[in-house]
């Protein structure tokens, strides 16, 4: 949770920050904040991802760790 209220943060400054040069700008502005968006939109999916990675990774290591002490046994 804490990674998406980071993300969410980061965003909430910079879509401010690019949205004024983009009115000031015109068409310019408005293509580096689409391409903004869509890096952004790309970002939290990269993320959420890389966050189930982990996840599967210390499940697959503890349902070795279990394995092993019931091989043990």
């Not at 998406?4 to 502005?29: H, K, Q, R, S």
């Not at 890096?39 to 991802?49: D, R, Y």
Request: proline letters at 3%; one cysteine or more; charged letters at 20%.
């Amino acid at each position: 949770m804490k990674t998406f209220w980071t993300a969410f943060c980061i965003c909430l400054v910079v879509i401010p920050a690019v949205m004024i040069p983009g009115a000031i700008f015109g068409v310019i502005g408005l293509w580096i904040l689409i391409s903004l968006a869509l890096a952004e939109a790309i970002t939290i999916l990269v993320n959420a991802l890389e966050t189930q990675r982990k996840k599967q990774e210390e499940l697959e290591k503890r349902i070795q760790e279990l394995e092993g002490r019931e091989a043990g046994e």
